[in-house]
């Protein structure tokens, strides 16, 4: 599939920024993407915390103008998913990508491939996914047009995905762990004098019960022991995420959570090799942070292809 000087892999804010500044730099460049461009961002309903946009702006169409100014400014996107990096020999390129639609050449590499769903791992969870575990509302809230649903989780995400999920269901119940929301100040007040939220604290799911669909969550209060259970049509995990970094082997070094660790330019330990976004170790996952490390990461890229790094 011929050679880039920079292959970026995951197209979410992280690397279509990195495209965008890549590409203005008049370098060659092919951004790998498994799934639709856009990432997690694309498939958030409302982005409120973006600068720029002082009304909010939907996830998706954020997302569309990061992919078609990084297009327009020549960036080819690749649909295929990366199975793992080789170094090669002395050579033109200076690494081989190995994706589900072949090999490509890239004389320098731009990880950004984000993080996925962490599953709450009880029964029930993976065979009723998709007939009622969902881990995105954005995709499926349309299902639970007035019925009950439920949130795990009492971070960022979850508090938003729960707010949103109030304009479709008839009731939102976010089941959390504790007895005080992870999630920013703002999000909790906005959940707070939401009358459709309903909060179950310091309690976890145990199972996910029902005929054929979701119908009901077993649940255990941590605090006492009880053990009961929540009527619901529908469960929304959003309990964290785990960063995608299982085709890059042993090559880069993780963090204790396995996330890539870099150092303020990008820079991994291996030459030509660099991070940017949700995937790389750090305090603050957000789209403007993705954004940020995206650009570093091309000027990066460029600075090192033209030995000024
Ligand atoms: P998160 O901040 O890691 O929160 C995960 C939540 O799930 C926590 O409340 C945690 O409980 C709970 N949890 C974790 N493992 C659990 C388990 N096994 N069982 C039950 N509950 C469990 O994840 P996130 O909310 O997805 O956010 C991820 C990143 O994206 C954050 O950096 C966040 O700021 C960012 N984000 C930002 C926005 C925004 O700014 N609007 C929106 C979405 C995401 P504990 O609190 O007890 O640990």
């Not at 990432?39 to 702006?57: E, K, L, S």
């Not at 400014?73 to 994706?99: C, D, L, N, Y």
């Not at 590499?109 to 998709?130: C, H, M, N, S, W």
């Not at 309690?203 to 029902?210: A, E, K, L, P």
Request: proline fraction near 4%; include cysteine; hydrophobic fraction near 45%.
């Amino acid at each position: 599939m011929g050679t880039y000087d920079v292959v970026i892999m995951g197209a979410g804010p992280a690397g279509l920024t990195a495209g965008i500044y890549a590409s203005r730099a008049r370098l060659s460049v092919a951004i790998i993407e498994r799934m639709a461009p856009g990432g997690q961002a694309a498939t958030t309903i409302r982005i409120d915390n973006y600068p720029g946009f002082p009304d909010g702006i939907e996830g998706p169409e954020l997302m569309a103008r990061m992919e078609q100014q990084a297009r327009k400014f020549g960036a080819e996107m690749i649909p295929a998913e990366v199975q793992s990096i080789g170094q090669a020999a002395a050579g033109a390129a200076r690494f081989t990508v190995s994706t589900t639609g072949g090999e490509i050449g890239a004389r320098a590499i731009i990880v950004a491939t984000g993080t996925r769903e962490k599953p709450l791992g009880v029964p029930g969870e993976q065979e009723f996914r998709g007939r009622g575990v969902s881990y995105c509302a954005t995709c499926d809230g349309a299902f639970f047009r007035d019925k009950k649903v439920a949130v795990i989780g009492g971070g960022d995400s979850a508090v938003t995905e729960a707010i949103f999920l109030t304009r479709l269901a008839s009731s939102v119940t976010v089941i959390h762990r504790r007895d005080a929301l992870r999630a920013n100040k703002y999000l909790q007040e906005k959940a707070m004098a939401n009358p459709k939220l309903r909060f179950l604290w310091d309690t976890v799911v145990t199972s996910i019960d029902g005929a054929g669909q979701v119908e009901r969550l077993g649940v255990r209060n941590v605090k006492t022991g009880e053990a009961s259970s929540v009527e619901a049509d529908g469960v929304f995990v959003y309990i964290g995420f785990l960063p995608n970094t299982a085709f890059l082997g042993g090559l880069v070094n993780l963090d204790a959570a396995g996330y890539v660790v870099a150092d303020d330019m990008m820079r991994t330990p291996v030459e030509g090799i660099f991070v940017a976004g949700d995937v790389r170790s750090k305090q603050l996952r957000q789209v403007a942070t993705a954004v940020g490390d995206g650009a570093v990461a091309a000027v990066s890229v460029e600075r090192y292809l033209t030995g000024t790094l």
